[in-house]
């Protein structure tokens, strides 16, 4: 069994920066990747990193946000910099085997969410 917790999120002016955090426990999975979903919409693709340690992002945050690793405590982090308002959304960090994807339906382990909200 997989268990994710998110933590770090919280309200922040535009222009700000938060980092999140996704702390595993259980099967270690090999890949570990943020989406996000803001109200009325579909969850999206935020960023993505697999065992190897290569990362994806979504063109909406290249630049910005960046996904890191530590696996000896089987945690995952998103840096946030520069957050616009259009980032307010609640973050979920999910996990699955093999290779960091896009798709939300290709995951199979998510964790409960925390809400980002950013003001202008």
């Known amino acids: 069994q997989v268990q994710l917790v998110e933590s770090g999120g919280g309200l922040v002016q535009a222009g700000g920066s938060l980092r999140l955090s996704c702390a595993a426990s259980?099967?270690?999975?090999?890949?570990m990747t943020w989406f996000r979903q803001a109200p009325g919409k579909e969850r999206e693709f935020v960023a993505g990193?697999?065992?190897?340690?290569?990362?994806n992002y979504a063109d909406s945050v290249k630049g910005r946000f960046s996904i890191s690793r530590d696996k000896a405590k089987n945690t995952v982090y998103l840096q946030m910099n520069s957050l616009k308002p259009e980032d307010t959304s609640v973050y979920y960090c999910?996990?699955?085997?093999?290779?960091?994807?896009?798709?939300?339906?290709?995951?199979?382990?998510w964790g409960q969410g925390t809400q980002v909200t950013v003001s202008s």
């Open positions: 999910a996990a699955r085997p093999g290779l960091a994807t896009m798709t939300p339906s290709e995951y199979g382990h």
């Open positions: 990193i697999s065992w190897s340690g290569s990362t």
């Open positions: 259980g099967r270690t999975l090999s890949s």
